[in-house]
């Protein structure tokens, strides 16, 4: 039990790490330790690929736990006719850290026969080199799996009362596939899964603050888009995350409170969820 809480605790500093804003999902790559035998990650743990000519030994997984709703976009990027069989996808309540290695050579039925995993076969007409595809867990814990403008629900029974994280076996004919992101609709915005967290500039800037800003002052292009940024009335700064956002910025967004709003100009200067510049508060937004 002891152990189980330690992992569910590491996961949870991991996903937090890796979030440079409110509105961003976190970062979403393969997972490092827990692959297959035959696989090899690269593109910063992105692209993942067969080193062998074998149909097996292929599965990889989340680097974080993943969210209802959530869906996650891959691209196959090589394929071989030497097989027959194509991509599995899915997922399980079983954290990849916790996993002993070598891990079984397939996700059906080695890993689908235990409780916690769930997947299902996607059609080899769908997984050829080039083919991208999306697929996610639905509110009533059913695994949908969409290709060409089409969504196809093929399981049901998927436990949400757990973390999920996402499952994937490069299976078959298909070598390699390219993790390309996730993302969540909400009401009022789009969140979107994003790559590592980079600082706004090198490390020496922040030599006259004394240490490195929180990693939560740290932003990337494409954490969210300001078309997908449908913000409400009420809403909290993005900073703090407890007073009320008040200060409206150039660029159009109102997240940030008084008090935040003087310190991210000092120390930044742009807005934090777009990187738009900003200009120096007014006395009238000191007051």
Known sequence: MARESKNKNSVLQSEVSHRCSSRCLGRLTFHRQAVGEKVRLSHGGQLAEKTENTFKNGLVFSNRPVKVQEKIRLRVKRDSTNWEGALRVGFTTVPPSARSLPLPCMAIPNLTDKPGHWAVPVNELYCQAGSELEFWVSDGGSIYVAVSNRQYKWLTGVDLSQPLWA????YGQTRSILLLGSEKKYLFCTRRSCPAPEPLTSPDAYSHFGSVPDVSDFRCDDCISCLDMKMPEDITCVVCMVKEARITL???????????????????GTCPLCRHKIRAPSAEELV
């Open 167 to 170: 499952m994937i076996d490069i």
């Open 250 to 268: 150039p660029c159009g967004h109102r997240c940030l409170c008084k008090d935040c709003n003087s310190r991210v100009f000092q120390e930044f």
